[in-house]
T-cell receptor
């Protein structure tokens, strides 16, 4: 069974204090790993897709990296507006249905204190 | 444009009501999804439509009935729901095939009373 585990569950940072969020996964036939940001009561906002080990992508203060077993979301000098829940999802083949689907982790709730 | 539009934003319904949730995208995506999300939990997949055909139904009770009238529209028909069905219902779309880079709508907050 495909599994996605995110850590920590919650993270409080002072503004400007850099840190990393972790997403570890076990999946058969990984096709891609996705990072989303979700604000309370809103739909997830797409951030990054990573397809192969060693790949890195950046967007403003965020940088995502991928290894064969895990992904990291690095947050550099965070601001209060970066406060949100960050979700990791893996894409794998549902062989029974013959189509691909996402399996989400439980997320990391990030709070950035001014 | 990476917009997925869901209506209504909020819905309160009684257990004997029939209502529908609507989702629309104009990105030319050929896969559309319904997810259910409870508070402080990740989204859970309910249904997947691929090229307007239902390809995944994750053992969802029959009181939830999906419909894909065309490649841009996705509906979720609700009937005889239970209070535990109250949740945020999210629609998403992706290009389809091996590309499941999914874009989500803002969701419908459903309360069953």
């Amino acid at each position: 069974e495909d599994q996605v585990t995110q850590s920590p569950e919650a993270l409080r940072l002072q503004e400007g204090e850099s840190s990393s969020l972790n997403c570890s996964y076990t999946v058969s036939g990984l096709r891609g790993l996705f990072w989303y940001r979700q604000d309370p009561g809103k739909g997830p906002e797409f951030l990054f897709t990573l397809y192969s080990a060693g790949e890195e992508k950046e967007k403003e203060r965020l940088k995502a990296t991928l290894t064969k077993k895990e992904s990291f979301l690095h947050i550099t000098a965070p601001k209060p507006e970066d406060s949100a829940t960050y979700l990791c999802a893996v894409q794998a083949l549902n062989s029974g249905a013959g189509s691909y689907q996402l399996t989400f982790g439980k997320g990391t709730k990030l709070s950035v204190i001014p | 444009d990476t917009e997925v539009t869901q209506t209504p934003k909020h819905l309160v319904m009684g257990m004997t009501n029939k209502k529908s949730l609507k989702c629309e995208q104009h990105m030319g995506h050929r896969a559309m999804y319904w997810y259910k999300q409870k508070a402080k939990k990740p989204p859970e997949l309910m249904f997947v439509y691929s090229y307007e055909k239902l390809s995944i139904n994750e053992s969802v009770p029959s009181r939830f009935s999906p419909e894909c009238p065309n490649s841009s529209l996705l509906n979720l028909h609700l009937h005889a729901l239970q209070p535990e069905d109250s949740a945020l219902y999210l629609c998403a779309s992706s290009q389809g095939g091996e590309n499941t880079e999914a874009f989500f709508g803002q969701g419908t907050r459903l309360t069953v009373v």
